[in-house]
């Protein structure tokens, strides 16, 4: 299994701010991924982090909004950019090595409150 | 769009007792995963079933694909209050690379 660390694990933030989020992991991996989790509700998918080329957004998600890093094969960034109130939300780095029935893990989550 | 209903979306019981969870769609998955997440962390995967009909036993908690590979269960017998938590089924996006996930059903197990 693998074993994942967020930084930072909660932060409050003002309004119009941007906040980057990373996630490392202790052994490569194929795949890394971001949710969202808003609160009380489930995971929604934002993008598939690739190494060394632009990530791969969901419907709903812009890189514009959630710019995402992947340097290498244990470490990626997130960004939510001009935080508003509604990115109040778990953001939850994932990993995994691909193909059929794949195991994820997870890290612990960030916990961001937009004022 | 590959949508995972679940239900029921809250259920509180008391320990001892059993109860099934259930995962739905109308798609066709290639496989399922259950993931049980407790606050302040993330999930936690319990298994993956990737075979239509197939059944897979952990303890206590009784998973089960169903034959068209488009629904599954969870069955948990005499239920502990350990076994609280968000009860998450998910399964891979079209794309094949992350997961789409359920709502979740919370479950509360009281003493």
């Known amino acids: 299994s693998a074993v994942i660390s967020q930084k930072p694990s909660r932060d409050i933030c003002q309004r119009g701010t941007s906040l980057t989020i990373q996630c490392q992991v202790d052994s490569q991996v194929t795949m890394m991924f971001w949710y969202r989790q808003q609160p009380g509700q489930s995971l929604t998918l934002i993008a598939t982090?690739?190494?060394?080329?632009?990530?791969?957004?969901e419907s709903g998600f812009v890189i514009d909004k959630f710019p995402i890093s992947r340097p290498n094969l244990t470490f990626s960034t997130l960004t939510v950019s001009n935080m508003s109130p509604e990115d109040s939300s778990i953001y939850l780095c994932?990993?995994?090595?691909?193909?059929?029935?794949?195991?994820?893990?997870f890290g612990p989550g960030t916990r961001l409150t937009v004022l | 769009t590959q949508l995972l209903e679940q239900s029921p979306q809250f259920l509180s019981i008391q320990e001892g007792e059993n109860l099934t969870v259930y995962c739905n769609s109308s798609s066709v998955f290639s496989s399922l995963q259950w993931y049980r997440q407790e606050p302040g962390e993330g999930p936690v995967l319990l298994v993956t079933?990737?075979?239509?009909?197939e059944v897979k036993k952990l303890k206590r908690l009784t998973f089960q694909f169903g034959d068209a590979r488009k629904d599954s269960s969870l069955h948990i017998t005499a239920a502990q209050p350990g076994d609280t938590g968000l009860y998450l089924c998910?399964?891979?996006?079209?794309?094949?690379?992350?997961?789409?996930f359920g709502k979740g059903t919370h479950l509360i197990i009281q003493p």
């Open positions: 998910a399964g891979p996006t079209v794309s094949a690379d992350g997961l789409t």
């Open positions: 079933v990737v075979t239509g009909g």
């Open positions: 994932s990993v995994g090595n691909g193909g059929l029935g794949d195991t994820q893990y």
């Open positions: 982090a690739n190494q060394g080329s632009e990530a791969t957004y």
